[in-house]
């Protein structure tokens, strides 16, 4: 077991699962290094998962992928904003640790900064989850 601290450009595989695929996980990018939630004062980190394009069903264009832009990604695919969620960092540790959640490849630097810059551009992105993310990026 390798050790595993959450930090910005980290991908996680977490689970997705449903009825009719149970063992569906979703690749999840960290957006930010752990930073205390403003609810709770927990150190948490913002997460955006990844969904393969679909013919003919609709998607948000703020931030397209392509195979090579991280190597688990093979197919076109976009960033779920609608979707963004921020998770305590022991949570993302223990998840790791227990093997629910599967680290991957950290995500280069150039693709890293087109899917944050696709988050303000996104209008399916909450104020919540804009607004921490503009507080944990500004503290470092």
């Known amino acids: 077991?390798?050790?595993?601290?959450?930090?910005?450009?980290?991908?996680?595989?977490i689970p997705s699962a449903?009825?009719?695929?149970?063992?569906?996980?979703?690749?999840?990018?960290?957006?930010?290094?752990?930073?205390?939630?403003p609810e709770s004062n927990i150190k948490s980190a913002l997460l955006v998962s990844i969904s393969t394009l679909k013919p003919n069903i609709p998607y948000d264009?703020?931030?397209k992928l392509y195979s090579g832009d991280h190597p688990f990604i093979r197919n076109d695919s976009y960033v779920v904003y609608r979707l963004a969620r921020i998770e305590t960092a022991d949570k993302l540790i223990n998840g790791v640790n227990q093997g629910i959640?599967?680290?991957?490849?950290?995500?280069?630097?150039?693709?890293?900064?087109?899917?944050?810059?696709?988050?303000?551009?996104?209008?399916f992105t909450?104020?919540?989850?804009?607004?921490?993310?503009?507080?944990?990026?500004?503290?470092?």
């Open 1 to 13: 077991m390798s050790l595993f601290l959450p930090f910005q450009r980290a991908t996680l595989l």
């Open 18 to 37: 449903s009825e009719s695929d149970p063992d569906r996980k979703h690749l999840f990018i960290l957006l930010t290094n752990p930073y205390p939630h």
């Open 61 to 63: 264009p703020a931030c």
């Open 101 to 123: 959640f599967n680290h991957k490849e950290t995500l280069d630097s150039e693709i890293f900064a087109r899917v944050c810059h696709g988050l303000s551009e996104s209008r």
């Open 126 to 140: 909450a104020p919540a989850i804009l607004k921490f993310y503009e507080a944990a990026t500004a503290a470092e």
